[in-house]
């Protein structure tokens, strides 16, 4: 069974750095495109940063510059680089695949949280 786990949450000073994990198993993810999503409390779930089978990105406004996606397709993992980092960016990340051809992410991790202090 293909599964998401995400990792390397935890609590950070504002401007400090963390760096998210999401090892995939069960299948290979390399033919899909990969994101993180993030949701602070009481709001709605948003898209963080996207990349490609091929490597193109997409990154949200308010990360742009701080946070770099990448990918590692022979180990089948995927990583969120976050710096300078504020209270604003505190919520759940969740790491999510989808078949690009479709719009809708077919695979979702657990989550881990960010908690950055002000």
């Known amino acids: 069974q293909a599964q998401l786990v995400e990792s390397g949450g935890g609590l950070v000073q504002a401007g400090g750095s963390l760096r998210l994990s999401c090892a995939a198993s069960?299948?290979?993810?390399?033919?899909?495109?990969m994101a993180w999503f993030r949701q602070a409390p009481g709001k709605q779930r948003t898209l963080v940063a996207v990349i490609t089978s091929g490597g193109s990105t997409n990154y949200a406004d308010s990360v742009k510059g701080r946070f770099t996606i990448s990918r590692d397709n022979a180990k089948n993992t995927v990583y969120l680089q976050m710096n300078s980092l504020n209270a604003e960016d505190t919520a759940v990340y969740y790491c999510a695949a989808r078949q690009e051809i479709y719009d809708n992410y077919d695979y979702w991790g657990q989550g881990t949280q960010v908690t950055v202090s002000s």
């Open positions: 069960g299948r290979t993810f390399r033919p899909y495109a």
